[in-house]
């Protein structure tokens, strides 16, 4: 089984930035995909950012393009989420996701198919 660990949420000014860590432990080479989701109060779990594990083509929803980055550090195995200009309509709680099944790139925004799961950390922006 895949671990997840997320840390490096926080509370920050509008305008802001925060990087996110995922400790990626386990049966890593089970995984086909790691990413981003973010759930706001009231709302459903939406997807942010996606990556193949040991990929370099990245996948962000389009409100976070041009703002949010997503990589991994495969020595040691850590996904990372870069958030630059933040907005309060980012503050959410924010979730570090594992995909073990093979799927292809296009159908990632599917919160189903992704069957491991962090615990979380909150991301607050202020105005």
């Known amino acids: 089984q895949v671990q997840l660990v997320e840390s490096g949420g926080g509370l920050v000014q509008a305008g802001g930035s925060l990087r996110l860590s995922c400790a990626v432990s386990g049966r890593t080479f089970n995984s086909q995909f790691v990413g981003w989701f973010c759930q706001a109060p009231g709302k459903e779990r939406e997807f942010v950012a996606g990556?193949?594990?040991?990929?370099?083509?990245?996948y962000l929803t389009d409100s976070v393009k041009g703002r949010f980055t997503i990589s991994t550090d495969n020595a040691k195995n850590t996904v990372y989420l870069q958030m630059n200009s933040l907005k309060p309509d980012d503050t959410a709680v924010y979730y570090c996701a594992a995909m073990s099944r093979i799927a292809p790139s296009s159908q990632i925004r599917s919160m189903s198919l992704w069957d491991t799961w962090g615990q979380g950390t909150q991301v607050t922006v202020s105005s």
């Open positions: 990556i193949r594990w040991g990929g370099a083509t990245t």
